[in-house]
């Protein structure tokens, strides 16, 4: 291995380091809102249908920055760090902002901006790993995504010294109320909320993250000037063997099913249809499991406030272990039948939860860890399953995210309504039959993509018939 390539090697773990922080960041700021769920809604004096709605306009906003982020990454490309910069800034802001919101309207529209901010940077994140690591992108996906389980169990860490705690019935207690947002239901409090000073710490890391990225701008634009980039063909840090600037798609061609697909509309339909399925039901599961762990744990078990969040960090610490997991099978195991056994788990998972998860604490701590090992990869290896079957451009993973959106909108508020309405227990019914949805959808996806194969097989072959023939052409010529 040349000097070029082994710097182009390292220059590709640091940057990839880098963006597996940025998830961090997208866990801490998504994943707060689940152990600080109780109270914004005692803050609002709503009930839980009310409040998962409000904060799921997050899955709204990200519906809007998946679609703009696709467009930019595709059009702009050259200026993705400079793009996942701001848009980590403007997440920081929204997310600060959270807490100190008066109604849930003002609560759903603040998600929303925040949540557009976090689909631009999945779009952007995620095609720059895919650049970086071609077909070897597998892996390197499933690290990313670990990222957001590393954030999504530290928040609850960071959130509970600030969580309010009420006072048992028989207490004698005074009532007290957040000087932020007053409660407008009368409860005693042995310790009064302070959750914005969770949301401001959360800011505060990701604005610092942020400035790694307008580094990586201003290095790319001071390059560019000095004609560095097109100095030689060699392999930079994005992994391309060209200019380093991407190629701009037309915008017949970026809506086109057939770009990804090899000229093959309808195979791309398919693939596009049964992933974006497939991420409707993934990330929607996510969400609810995340969200209402805490809220099950104690309105149906009984569970303390510090259990409660430690239940809420461990189920976390498997999710991060899931993907870090996941992260070394992809090595060894083919993104096809690590996508069966990674569906199979959360089926299992699901049929253990509602017959043991309503009987004792102990089984809870057990099987919904198991449950999170299993859900976690789902995203990532959504991402590598689609990747191995056609050539996923921004506006693909515009699609795929576009479809985890509309899931994570419909999915928390079905399970609001339930909880509200049905009782806690429904919580678990809600994730069997998630599990159901996702082990018969990735049976139908390897149907599906058996049809063709790996795209990357696909394209040697081609290259190999291409050769053949020019060799076949130059040996015709010499005989003439």
């Known amino acids: 291995m040349g000097i070029p390539t082994e710097r182009a090697f390292i220059l590709k773990l640091v940057k990839t380091g880098f963006l597996v922080i940025v998830w961090i960041c997208i866990g801490l700021c998504l994943e707060i809102t689940g152990p600080t769920l109780i109270d914004l809604k005692e803050r609002l004096g709503v009930n839980y249908e009310s409040v998962a709605t409000a904060v799921e306009g997050r899955s709204a906003g990200f519906f809007i920055g998946s679609a703009a982020g ?12 400079l793009i996942l910069a701001i848009s980590l800034d403007g997440m920081a802001a929204f997310t600060a902002s959270l807490p100190w919101m008066t109604s849930t309207e003002l609560l759903f529209f603040i998600s929303l901006f925040c949540g557009t901010c976090e689909g631009v940077i999945n779009i952007a994140g995620q095609k720059l790993i895919i650049n970086m690591w071609q ?3 597998a892996s390197p996906l499933h690290l990313l995504h670990g990222g957001f389980g590393i954030g999504s169990f530290i928040i609850p860490l960071i959130s509970n010294p600030f969580l309010a705690v009420k006072a048992d019935e028989d207490q004698n207690t005074t009532t007290v109320t957040s000087t932020s947002a007053p409660m407008t239901t009368a409860k005693s409090y042995l310790k009064e909320s302070r959750i914005e000073y969770a949301y401001a710490i959360a ?77 409707f039901q993934a990330v929607g599961g996510e969400r609810i499991a995340g969200k209402f762990i805490r809220s099950y744990a104690i309105e149906y078990l009984d569970f303390s406030q510090d259990d409660a969040i ?3 960090t461990v189920f976390w610490i498997a999710f991060t ?11 060894w195991v083919p993104i096809r039948i690590l996508i069966m056994i990674e569906t199979g788990g959360c089926l299992a998972s699901g049929i253990a939860l509602v017959f043991l998860g309503t009987r004792s604490h102990l089984a809870l701590w057990v099987i919904m860890p198991i449950f999170g090992v299993f859900i976690a990869p789902l ?21 795929f995210l576009l479809g985890g959106s509309v899931g994570g909108i419909a999915y928390m508020k079905v399970m609001g309504f339930l909880f509200d309405n049905y009782g806690p227990k429904t919580f678990l019914y809600t994730l069997l039959a998630y599990g159901i949805a996702v082990f018969l959808l990735s049976t139908i996806m390897n149907l599906v993509g058996a049809q063709h194969g790996s795209r990357f097989e696909a394209n040697k072959k081609r290259k190999e018939i291409d050769i053949s023939e020019l060799g076949n052409q130059v040996v015709y010529a010499e005989k003439f």
């Open 135 to 137: 077909e070897n992108s």
């Open 310 to 312: 430690y239940l809420n």
């Open 70 to 81: 696709g467009l930019l990454v595709d059009k702009l490309g050259r200026y993705s760090n």
């Open 321 to 331: 272990c899931g993907r870090i997991g996941a992260f070394v099978a992809a090595h």
């Open 379 to 399: 995203f990532p290896s959504g991402i590598s399953w689609a990747n191995f079957h056609i050539d996923v451009t921004g506006i693909a993973i515009t699609i």
């Open 203 to 279: 800011a505060v890391i990701v604005v610092v993250v942020s400035v790694v990225f307008y580094i990586y701008h201003c290095n790319g634009v001071r390059k560019n000037a000095q004609g560095v980039a097109n100095a030689s063909k060699t392999e930079n840090e994005d992994g391309k063997l060209d200019d380093g600037k991407p190629k701009a798609l037309s915008f017949r061609q970026m809506f086109n099913p057939a770009t990804c697909a090899n000229g093959r509309v309808f195979y791309g339909v398919q693939i596009f249809f049964l992933v974006f399925l497939f991420f």
